[in-house]
């Protein structure tokens, strides 16, 4: 008689939860290919992965607190004010779940309470960014400190996309260098991609709504150049010169899709990424994606940028000084004077973001994030 093989033992889910903002979640609505997976933070990848059992919250993060509290909290500690919301987490959460992935602090800050009367539970993860920004803008920077430090040493790890937040938190003693883990912030490569007809229109573009954007130092600088400038923020009290194009709104209120984006990345002479100093990763998001397009992306060099050994001047981006108006203006006249060096510089850009700064590699390196955090627990399961 022969005998049947026996099957493997069946492996035990890796179970993965990520909490992140319900307007992100809206994109996994559309067809596959009509939106970019790099706000997800790993989800889109891991969920794919075989094993791992990886699920999706989506919340709002809005205060269910009255009105007045709600400024109250924000105007003293200047930490999101979303407390009570954050409270109505199941507890189940923490014993469904081998790790629990979050942009958001007062959720991790609620879930931390809950662990103190456990000595198990999911492993928390934050993804975390200016921290700085929290700490400067606070009434109390003490008191925002202390509830930062207090929350950040009791998560099993901190995600950071810039080599500054980094810096920030350790010298600053708000987490153990153990627990902070740089990531490099990737874009989706199979979204963001050069037009097939190398068409480039005749306007320099710029895009954001971050308060980290300097369109005023931009706008001084761009001489008679077109530009295309989308974001909801107040840029200036004058009145825009003719050859500016100012558009209001955002991904939310559908003034601009995806694809709407990708186009005008894709049909623009170059993007222009102006920042204010500042040690928080800001701008990367629109330059990777500018960049996967294959075009070239004059950036603020802040003390933020998310990689100074990647981001290379003249090579895959033109890096300035933040707020230098000559330095961002003799930029914008080089790049528009040689469309040689805007495609070279482009070109070097597609390549870098397709090596160190695609969504898939970004998926990868959180997951191996959870699965160190996580190893103790389930060798001993």
Not at 24 to 42: C, I, S, T, V
Not at 83 to 111: C, K, Q, T, W
Request: aromatic share 8%.
């Amino acid at each position: 008689m022969v005998s049947s093989p026996v099957s493997p033992p069946v492996a035990h889910l890796f179970r993965v939860l990520f909490i992140l903002p319900d307007g992100r979640a809206k994109r996994l609505q559309f067809d596959h290919g009509a939106f970019p997976d790099e706000f997800f933070y790993g989800y889109c990848q891991l969920a794919r992965r075989e094993g791992w059992q990886v699920d999706l919250l989506a919340r709002g993060f809005h205060s269910s607190l009255g009105f007045y509290a709600q400024k109250l909290i924000h105007w003293f500690t200047h930490l999101s004010p979303d407390f009570s919301d954050a409270a109505g987490l199941n507890v189940h959460l923490l014993e469904r779940n081998d790790a629990i992935v979050s942009m958001s602090e007062p959720v991790l800050f609620m879930l931390a309470l809950r662990q103190l009367q456990r000595t198990d539970g999911a492993k928390l993860v934050l993804i975390l960014m200016g921290a700085e920004k929290r700490i400067e803008r606070s009434r109390a920077p003490w008191a925002t400190h202390r509830i930062l430090r207090w929350l950040l040493h009791r998560l099993a790890a901190i995600i950071v996309i810039g080599e500054g937040e980094r810096d920030y938190l350790i010298t600053q003693q708000l987490a153990s260098p153990a627990r902070v883990h740089l990531v490099q912030f990737g874009v989706d490569t199979k979204f963001w991609v050069p037009a097939g007809n190398d068409g480039v229109g005749d306007y320099v573009l710029a895009i954001g709504n971050d308060d980290g954007r300097d369109y005023d130092v931009l706008l001084q600088a761009i001489g008679s150049h077109r530009l295309r400038l989308h974001t909801v923020r107040r840029v200036t009290g004058a009145a825009l010169p003719s050859n500016v194009t100012l558009t209001r709104g955002d991904w939310t209120g559908q003034a601009l899709s995806d694809l709407d984006l990708r186009a005008l990345y894709q049909c623009s002479r170059f993007v222009v990424t102006p920042l204010k100093d500042s040690t928080q990763p800001q701008g990367q998001s629109v330059t990777l994606q500018a960049m996967a397009c294959g075009k070239a992306v004059i950036l603020s060099q802040t003390r933020g940028l998310w990689s100074r050994s990647l981001m290379r001047h003249l090579e895959n981006c033109y890096l300035v000084p933040s707020g230098d108006v000559p330095s961002l203006r003799a930029a914008i006249e080089r790049l528009a004077a040689d469309p040689g060096l805007c495609a070279q510089i482009g070109a070097e850009a597609r390549r870098s973001v397709e090596r160190h700064f695609s969504s898939d590699l970004m998926g990868d390196r959180i997951g191996a994030i959870l699965q160190d955090v996580c190893a103790p627990v389930r060798q001993a399961c």
